[in-house]
């Protein structure tokens, strides 16, 4: 890291820590069918950024962060309140929720930047992220809530393995699906809030979602997966900042899809597990083995299938 | 443990009383009322949608209950839980889930291991040895998702025998497996009920019903008969739950 200012040092330790707590949080919603799900609370986060800025009528991190928090929630207790009240299902309902939220974003995003003084307000950086324009406060931040996610993961990972592969078995045991729920809810706004500032509204869930995905490729053990998909997603992380700030005014967001994207198609291409190489190389020893031995001699044992 | 045979007569070990629950409008269980003794395996059997898996899942507090009262061993289900011993139906989960066999049967023991605590070597030795009783030992280090229908429904078996619970109830766990599968989870259950423990099991196959279970409890949104299979499991009653179609029982093959 020779040769870079203190500021491209934070900018890359920051992405590191958020593209690392979005690769363990990205494995738990990954397993809770939650990939648009991440997506719609990222959108819904948009609001309550502007929100925050309009209230205030200067920019102050935590407020509009907060405001983000209050409005990604707001999106979240919609969709389910929609799902469970109405015929509309899920998917439908994380859609109608996803565009009207960001909808009024823009929307509310425009007005502010109408006012005196808001054309300057760096509001826009928050739809595509701006991660050049962190500062050593945003690096602690990160670091904090990454630490907070490993904790999370490293001290109830048997909870989370429970709660996410069986959770009406769970339940059974005495572990609160409404806690694990809300725990889980919790650590998946925190990670989109703090990393749609870098990362920007329309792109975070891909942060969440690439990592998991390219890691299932290599392992069959869940501790596994959470770990390279924690570094899958600090690795991305890097790559893309440090990419977005050798030009100044590069957006973030789009480098670090773009870093993931890499990662995704080496495993699912290379992958040990399921990836296209792999099953392309057992489909042909099995051709092969079929031709040399036509009928099976070894009897199976009961109850085992066909290989 | 020794069955119950003194003269004093045993508590039950499940008390249901007056159990509704519903789907949106519809009403799935309506004054649900019966009580289960120790030592017994029961079949519960019905026409689909007679609310059989509802019923195990109101009374574990998985599905909401309009009204009624259930008790295990004379308390409440939250006061019971490791008594009571829950396996789901098969597809309830998804078995694409990353871990093997032996992971899945240790789950059963994390009640006992505590929370925020790590297994050690003595439940991983209690794990092998319920997928050993299941006939699974090779099986333990598996992926999953490379079991058949019938090694997974052994695996959940397993996962539930380690629990070691007095009350076990069990969502169709005969559904699509071989015959060499049945009749290893019927063994097993029959060596719980010999054990003193109590066994509820949702079961399809009205054929069997017979051979493997000596109580029925036949239900069609409320208990249209319950008791012992020879008492229960008469021409007249099926025809009650199932309504006038099943006018006959077929002659069961042997």
Known sequence: ?307 | MEPVANMKKPEPALQVHGLHAAYRRNKVLEDVTFEAMPGTLTAIVGPNGAGKSTLLKTMLDLHPRLGGEVRFFGTAYRNAKLKVGYVPQRGSVDWDFPTDALDVVLMGLYGRIGWFRRPGRRHREQALEALAKMGMADFAKRQISELSGGQQQRVFLARALVQDADLYLLDEPLAGVDAATERAIMETLKTLRAAGKTVMVVHHDLQTVEDWFDHVLLLNRTVIAHGPTAEVFTPDNLARAYGGWLRRKEPVPR
């Open chain 1, 1 to 307: 890291m020779i040769g870079l200012s203190h500021n491209a040092l934070w900018v890359l330790v920051s992405m590191l820590m958020l593209g690392t707590a979005a690769g363990l949080v990205g494995c738990f919603a990954y397993w809770k069918r939650h990939s648009l799900m991440s997506d719609a609370l990222a959108h819904a986060a948009l609001p309550g950024v502007v929100a925050g800025y309009a209230l205030l009528g200067f920019k102050s991190l935590p407020v509009m962060l907060l405001g983000a928090a209050a409005s990604a929630l707001v999106g979240a207790l919609a969709v389910s309140w929609i799902r469970s009240s109405s015929r509309v299902k899920e998917d439908a309902a994380m859609g109608i929720i996803l565009s009207v939220f960001f909808g009024l974003g823009i929307m509310l995003l425009a007005i502010v930047n109408r006012l005196p003084g808001g054309g300057q307000s760096g509001l826009d950086s928050f739809i595509f992220g701006q991660a050049a324009a962190m500062v050593r406060q945003d690096m602690r931040l990160m670091t904090a809530a990454a630490a907070i996610v490993l904790l999370v993961v490293l001290v109830s990972f048997k909870e989370w393995k429970l709660h996410l592969f069986d959770p009406a078995f769970a339940r059974g045991l005495g572990l609160s699906g409404r806690l694990m729920d809300a725990a889980y809810l919790t650590l998946l706004v925190v990670v989109i809030v703090i990393g749609i500032q870098a990362v920007g509204v329309i792109l975070m869930a891909a942060l969440l979602i690439i990592p998991a995905v390219s890691a299932r490729y290599w392992t069959n053990a869940f501790g596994t997966m959470l770990a390279l998909s924690a570094l899958f997603g600090g690795g991305a992380g890097v790559a893309g900042a440090y990419v977005s700030t050798l030009e100044s005014g590069w957006p973030t967001g789009p480098f670090i899809v773009i870093a993931a994207a890499g990662i995704f198609l080496v495993s699912f291409l290379f992958g040990l597990r399921k990836g296209l190489l792999l099953k392309a190389m057992q489909r042909r020893e099995q051709m092969r083995r079929l031709r040399t031995r036509a009928i099976r001699s070894d009897k199976l044992t009961e109850g085992e299938a066909l290989p």
